[in-house]
């Protein structure tokens, strides 16, 4: 269990010092990083997305349906609930409010839930895998990106709400990495194969997607003080324990396979995501409190993973 815990999170802050290590010796230049971000949110992780959700078999898919749906539902109750209570308190705006319940709800997926199911379940971990890191992109993120797009300050004349509200559902449900994981499902869903060399052309730059993410991650930090404030601890809290025991209740509650349900709460109980660090970043929004979330619950995953490993797959 300690050597599975290792292998999946010293990885994590291997790059992450590195990418705040390169920005804190200006090594490269952590205040320009919109090339970075546009390489890992328009390609890098679209292409991953794609070949890991199109090429899952139709019948794996199916079976991983109850996954979709609990761990979608379960992320966004946790976004709206975030969302809510910013937005009633009136600390920050919409779009920042946004983007940290998509920080909170959305786990980090590509980065620890890969290594840690390919330890725990072996080779038949990466179609959960990818039917988790699809779920909180098609049902959480553009929800985020839509609240975002309607948030922003329009130039030029004011358009009709209606108009607005399609222009902002289009551009959210248009993003590589929205589109990608549902092209990816649809794809498999209709029997297609995407072939040998097609999947290895997508996978080769679709590899980088999680190093690359967080080395970004770690630049952004290093332009940033690190914040401890009750925002951060709460959303720690929030992300690495509430997250994964609420997902425990909902298994409990539904009449779900035994796998599916130790599935599901291992993977909610990964440690918060970079998505919305990356889209403050596309959108010029402030990415501070964001970072702190994210260094904050990687570190104390370290023990709330470690105690779901011991409980749900002890040997």
Known sequence: MANTILLALAPIFFVLALGYGAGRLRMVDNQQVDSLNALVMNFALPASLFAATASAPRSQLFAQAPLFLILGAVMLVLFLAWYFLQVRLGKGGKAEASLQGLTIAFPNLAGVGLPILADVLGPSGTVPLAVA?????????????????????QDGAAEAPTARMLGSLRRALTKPVVLAPALGILFSLCGFKSGAVAEACLMLIGHSAPGVALFLTGLILSAQPFRLDWKVVSATWIADIIRPLLTAAVVFLLPVSTETGKVAILLAAMPSGFFGILFAVNYRLDSATMGSMVAASTVLSIVTMAIAIAVLFPH
């Open 133 to 153: 890191l699809a779920s909180g992109s098609i049902i959480v993120s553009p929800l985020s990106l839509i609240i975002v797009e309607l948030s922003r300050k």
